[in-house]
């Protein structure tokens, strides 16, 4: 033997399968494997396309035009006559 399973080892194996669980809950056992292993599938091809997929893009504002800035024009007022000291 070169460390293969023959089909004495795989007899053996489903014996033990059925001695333990039971020929009535073998099908139940079977159905819950199943759906274990696609759950376990579908959650590492999501891991895996998730983890491949390229980040998304940052999203650029367009810029505010600021408003044009008008020169300061110099306001006239009446000089303020200092208070007179008593």
Do not use: N
């Not at 023959?6 to 007899?11: E, M, V």
């Amino acid at each position: 033997m070169t460390g293969g399973l023959s089909i004495w080892h795989w007899l053996i194996i489903a014996a033990v399968f059925v001695l333990f669980f039971g020929a009535k809950r073998m099908p139940d056992a079977a159905r819950s494997l199943g759906k274990s292993m696609r759950i376990f599938k579908s959650e590492v091809t999501q891991m895996q396309s998730e983890s491949t997929a390229p980040a998304p893009a940052p999203t650029q504002q367009p810029q505010q035009e600021l408003p044009v800035a008008q020169p300061e024009q110099p306001t006239l007022t009446k000089p303020q006559s200092e208070p007179k000291s008593v």
